[in-house]
């Protein structure tokens, strides 16, 4: 079985407990069966969350969400390290976490079988939890010179961590631009070691892909001037034309040390997958726990400031966990389900 970064945040494991999920995990997600009900899922509500690297938002708000759902919702998640939302797929399809962060756009892919996925195949044992916040694109340099998307022509330039969806974005952004992946020499280094090495001077640029303010980038905006590359209007229409799944974003002036201005960029969605053999009650508790009491927890972690039942019940391309789906009706807020 795949081994995944099992990095615990705040919760205490028995050994029983570990060998539970263990488990459960060898039914593997590409095998497992559709009935969100199952009563092998649900036994134990013990769930494991990968959520992404250290230095990201989903790895700070994953910990907080499921600290907060074992604490108060009567069902056990762990918080897990990852490496992509590529990644935190395959880690459902190998039967190692229940639940995952992953962009909207790239969890479209691997539904789909399109883009990341069309080499290895469609993965479509999963089903959406909720949409929580935007993913915003940034671009940061310490170099003053550059400052458009233009100006990565010829530069060294990190485009994510290999297996994540920042590549796709990066492709992207650069194609509105005219440029492609042969215009720049490009690096794949997760948003911790893309931020190391702006400031150690080895790569000019990175795409980080992630809820503004991102723990990498603040930390470099520390001890180094930074800056965030800002896309224009007319390039930001192109690309929103081409690539449906992303929206208009704007990182405000102050969120990092130096920044003055406004930033316009684009954004993906940070969505919670859920196998669809995780019992329904699992599911339903854990959404509930996120939106029933997002508006008192924005001391935990700023994104609860973001989370909407609107937002939450917003994604059109994977259908919805039964569980979530529950929820949300109660809400008054009707959701694809397969």
């Known amino acids: 079985m795949k081994k995944i970064s099992l990095k615990k945040l705040g919760l205490v494991f028995t050994t029983a407990c570990v060998a539970g999920v263990m488990a459960f995990a060898l039914a593997g997600c590409g095998g497992g069966s559709s009935d969100s009900g199952s009563a092998d899922a649900g036994s134990s509500d013990q769930l494991r969350f990968v959520t992404g690297g250290e230095s990201g938002t989903y790895y700070a708000f994953g910990s907080v969400i499921a600290q907060h759902a074992t604490n ?10 990852g490496n992509g939302s590529q990644a935190n797929v395959m880690e459902m399809q190998d039967g190692n976490a229940e639940l995952a962060f992953c962009q909207s756009d790239v969890m479209a892919y691997a539904y789909e079988g399109t883009n990341l996925f069309e080499e290895t195949g469609k993965v479509d044992c999963f089903s959406t939890v909720a949409a929580l916040y935007d993913e915003q694109v940034q671009i940061v340099t310490c170099d003053p010179d550059i400052k458009t998307v233009a100006d990565l022509k010829g530069k060294n330039v990190s485009v994510g961590a290999a297996g994540s969806g920042v590549y796709f974005n990066a492709i992207d952004v650069l194609g509105a631009y ?10 794949y280094e997760s948003f911790g070691d893309t931020a190391n090495s702006i400031k150690d001077g080895k790569i000019d640029a990175g795409f980080v892909v992630a809820g503004a303010p991102t723990t990498a980038i603040t930390e470099l905006s520390t ?16 690309l929103l034309k081409t690539s449906p799944y992303y929206s208009k974003a704007v ?4 969120t990092y040390t ?25 599911v339903y508790a854990f959404t509930k726990d996120i939106f029933d009491n997002a508006a008192d927890l924005t001391e935990n972690h ?14 059109t391309t994977v259908p919805y966990h039964a569980g979530a789906a529950k929820y949300f009706a109660e809400q008054g807020k009707t959701v694809p389900t397969k």
């Open 72 to 81: 108060e919702a009567g069902v056990a998640v762990t918080a897990l390290a």
């Open 178 to 187: 005219g440029l492609t992946i042969d215009d720049i020499n490009p690096t």
């Open 223 to 238: 001890s180094k001037t930074a800056y965030l590359v800002s896309l224009d209007e007319e390039h930001v229409n192109a």
């Open 251 to 254: 990182i405000p002036a102050g």
């Open 258 to 282: 130096g920044q003055d201005a406004d930033v316009t960029t684009v954004a993906v969605g940070a969505v919670i997958l859920a196998r669809d053999d995780v019992s329904a009650d699992a």
């Open 302 to 315: 700023a994104k609860y400031a973001e989370v909407s039942l609107d937002k939450g019940a917003s994604i």
